[in-house]
């Protein structure tokens, strides 16, 4: 089992930037990926970037490519997503994923809301 809380989130202008933080309970949080995904009002959930629980290899939706960033710490047992560059089209509540297997998310937080204003 593991629980996940989201901090960071907040009301920035575009071309801001953001650290989101996700902190994880449990002593095997290097054992899984992590993954943030993203839902806008009116949108369904969607994929913004994830990482590997061994190699930490990472991926990126299109959308964020280039202006956001994952990353982990397994020492404090927390992953982060830099964003930069903001856009009014990132507004969204923004959600921390664990899973036992890269891309299979079945733990989730509660969700942080990111507001950009143009």
């Known amino acids: 089992q593991v629980q996940l809380v989201e901090s960071g989130g907040g009301l920035v202008q575009a071309g801001g930037s953001l650290r989101l933080s996700c902190a994880a309970s449990?002593?095997?949080?290097?054992?899984?990926?992590m993954g943030w995904f993203r839902q806008a009002p009116g949108k369904e959930r969607e994929f913004v970037a994830d990482?590997?629980?061994?190699?930490?290899?990472?991926s990126y939706a299109d959308s964020v490519k280039g202006r956001f960033t994952i990353s982990r710490d397994n020492a404090k047992n927390t992953v982060y997503l830099q964003l930069s560059s903001l856009k009014p089209e990132d507004t969204a509540v923004y959600y921390c994923?664990?899973?036992?297997?890269?891309?299979?998310?079945?733990?989730w937080g509660q969700g942080t809301q990111v507001t950009v204003s143009s």
């Open positions: 994923a664990a899973g036992a297997r890269w891309g299979l998310y079945n733990y």
């Open positions: 449990g002593r095997t949080f290097s054992g899984y990926a």
């Open positions: 990482i590997t629980s061994s190699s930490g290899a990472t």
